[in-house]
């Protein structure tokens, strides 16, 4: 039976402290089963995402150089901690991956979303070979299972849909009835389709993968381990004067999660929410910390003002040639574009005559739009924009927003209040955070 699910992103196996501080935190639950979902080591995904770029501009000086870099960066964790004659299993084992790696940048030969998900998804692969083999020797009794196999998605590249039935099927066919203080590691972040294409669940998507699992084997939560205290109301890389929340509910969860905060993914939600299964946010930086929990609640946390920016926005704003009003017919064809190109659009504004948007920058997607509306309508855009977004905001914090920046757009309801402004004031925003 397994009760909990685990989830260790990149930050909580950046190096070889990282690594050894998590195989610390599983030692404390040695006498359970688990499953261990874990993301690419620090800032690979990001690594991987350039070199496929350089890829695609046929600069095989700066595609080498990048895998180079890429290839010492995990070479250099495994000679950390590993002795010699292990370090030099698991480093061909990882030669074995990055010779794959480049094989495919060198042909590439698929559309860009569909290579993009068959290259990145090598960071997951690099890390759990090397969890896998570290947790062995440490003498964890430990099950490696290809997360590709397990989680079976539609053909959505870059942020694919579970495909529920066979996903199910799959992760509830494993062999756990008689297993005792085992551990099952698995990838976030990947899948691929019934046919065996690879495909990714979005960024930050390894969140999303914990939650498929417990909810495919009844656990009874998910632990989600993070570089901060837990459930912070602001990012503390940008603002210094952050508050813990000890409880939310899984609605303002999902709330927050839509709007931009990247404690957790905005999928992740639903199956723990439909399932019943609790959500703890846990630091692995200090493990006695007592952790943040999201649950069925109506009221705990959901009054304090969490404050959300997503930067490097597009604000589009589209009219139509003929000053046709932006009825049910034009919005339909309109978010029909929008649907078919995959821009997520994180805010939407309609007027008489016009549809504004904003979305996260994509110089590909923003290009097929233009291409796709050029014909029959005016199309404007900025970018290099900033999305604030406070939940559960008061009148006070609304006017100093507007009195200090140079709002492009804003949208307000009951509860929420979003600007798209050119350029946030932190330095002001950290102290309105600190009493709002």
Same mark, same amino acid.
């Given at each position: 039976?397994?009760?909990?699910?685990?989830?260790?992103?990149?930050?909580?196996?950046?190096?070889?402290?990282?690594?050894?501080?998590?195989?610390?935190?599983?030692?404390?639950?040695?006498?359970?089963?688990? $499953?261990?979902? $874990?993301? @690419?080591?620090?800032?690979?995904?990001?690594?991987?995402?350039?070199?496929?770029?350089?890829?695609? @501009?046929?600069?095989?000086?700066?595609?080498?150089?990048?895998?180079?870099?890429?290839?010492?960066?995990?070479?250099?964790?495994?000679?950390?901690?590993?002795?010699?004659?292990? @370090?030099?299993?698991?480093?061909?084992?990882?030669?074995?991956?990055?010779?794959?790696?480049?094989?495919?940048?060198?042909?590439?030969?698929?559309?860009?979303?569909?290579?993009?998900?068959?290259?990145?998804?090598?960071?997951?692969?690099?890390?759990?070979?090397?969890?896998?083999?570290?947790?062995?020797?440490?003498?964890?009794?430990?099950?490696?299972?290809?997360?590709?196999? =397990?989680?079976?998605?539609?053909?959505?590249?870059? *942020?694919?849909?579970?495909?529920?039935?066979?996903?199910?099927?799959?992760?509830?066919?494993?062999?756990?009835?008689?297993?005792?203080?085992?551990?099952?590691?698995?990838?976030?972040?990947?899948?691929?389709?019934?046919?065996?294409?690879?495909?990714?669940?979005?960024?930050?998507?390894?969140?999303?993968?914990?939650?498929?699992?417990?909810?495919?084997?009844?656990?009874?939560?998910?632990?989600?381990?993070?570089?901060?205290?837990?459930?912070?109301?602001?990012?503390?890389?940008?603002? *210094?004067?952050?508050?813990?929340?000890?409880?939310?509910? =899984?609605?303002?969860?999902?709330?927050?999660?839509?709007?931009?905060?990247?404690?957790?993914?905005?999928?992740?939600?639903?199956?723990?929410?439909?399932?019943?299964?609790?959500?703890?946010?846990?630091?692995?930086?200090?493990?006695?910390?007592?952790?943040?929990?999201?649950?069925?609640?109506?009221?705990?946390?959901?009054?304090?003002?969490?404050?959300? $920016?997503?930067?490097? +926005?597009?604000?589009?704003?589209?009219? @139509?040639?003929?000053?046709?009003?932006?009825?049910?017919?034009?919005?339909?064809?309109?978010?029909? $574009?929008?649907?078919?190109?995959?821009?997520?659009?994180?805010?939407?504004?309609? *007027?008489?005559?016009?549809?504004?948007?904003?979305?996260?920058?994509?110089?590909?997607?923003?290009? +097929?739009?233009?291409?796709?509306?050029?014909?029959?309508?005016?199309?404007?855009?900025?970018?290099?924009?900033?999305?604030?977004?406070?939940?559960? =905001?008061?009148?006070?914090?609304?006017?100093?927003?507007?009195?200090?920046?140079?709002?492009?757009?804003?949208?307000? *309801?009951?509860?929420?209040?979003?600007?798209?402004?050119?350029?946030?004031?932190?330095?002001?925003?950290?102290?309105?955070?600190?009493?709002?």
């Amino acid at each position: 039976m397994i009760n909990k699910v685990f989830k260790f992103g990149g930050a909580s196996v950046k190096d070889a402290r990282s690594v050894h501080n998590l195989s610390v935190i599983l030692n404390k639950y040695k006498n359970e089963n688990l $499953v261990v979902v $874990v993301s @690419a080591m620090g800032k690979t995904t990001n690594a991987l995402e350039e070199i496929l770029k350089d890829a695609y @501009a046929k600069d095989t000086v700066k595609l080498k150089s990048g895998l180079e870099r890429l290839k010492t960066f995990h070479n250099q964790i495994v000679k950390e901690i590993f002795n010699i004659p292990k @370090a030099s299993s698991v480093l061909e084992q990882l030669n074995e991956l990055f010779a794959l790696l480049e094989q495919n940048l060198i042909k590439i030969q698929l559309p860009y979303v569909q290579n993009y998900d068959a290259t990145v998804r090598f960071g997951e692969l690099l890390s759990t070979t090397i969890l896998n083999a570290y947790l062995t020797e440490n003498e964890f009794n430990v099950e490696l299972l290809p997360a590709d196999k =397990y989680i079976i998605t539609d053909k959505r590249f870059r *942020s694919a849909g579970i495909v529920w039935p066979e996903t199910m099927a799959r992760i509830k066919a494993l062999d756990i009835t008689n297993t005792n203080n085992k551990i099952f590691l698995t990838q976030g972040f990947i899948g691929a389709t019934v046919d065996g294409i690879p495909t990714t669940l979005g960024r930050e998507g390894s969140d999303f993968t914990a939650a498929v699992f417990a909810a495919c084997l009844n656990a009874k939560e998910v632990w989600i381990w993070k570089d901060v205290p837990g459930l912070l109301n602001a990012d503390p890389k940008r603002f *210094s004067n952050t508050s813990k929340i000890a409880k939310i509910s =899984y609605s303002e969860a999902i709330e927050l999660a839509y709007y931009g905060a990247t404690i957790i993914h905005p999928k992740t939600i639903k199956p723990l929410r439909n399932s019943g299964i609790k959500l703890f946010v846990k630091s692995f930086v200090d493990p006695d910390l007592p952790a943040s929990l999201i649950e069925d609640l109506h009221q705990a946390g959901q009054n304090v003002p969490s404050f959300i $920016v997503k930067e490097q +926005q597009c604000l589009i704003s589209i009219s @139509a040639r003929d000053y046709s009003f932006m009825d049910e017919q034009l919005l339909h064809k309109l978010l029909g $574009v929008i649907n078919q190109l995959q821009i997520h659009v994180n805010l939407i504004q309609i *007027s008489a005559l016009s549809l504004s948007f904003c979305f996260d920058e994509d110089q590909e997607k923003l290009s +097929q739009l233009l291409n796709a509306l050029e014909k029959d309508f005016n199309v404007r855009y900025n970018e290099k924009l900033s999305l604030f977004t406070v939940r559960h =905001y008061n009148s006070k914090i609304a006017d100093l927003l507007n009195q200090h920046h140079q709002v492009l757009l804003e949208q307000r *309801s009951r509860t929420t209040l979003q600007l798209v402004v050119p350029k946030l004031h932190y330095q002001l925003i950290d102290s309105w955070i600190k009493k709002p």
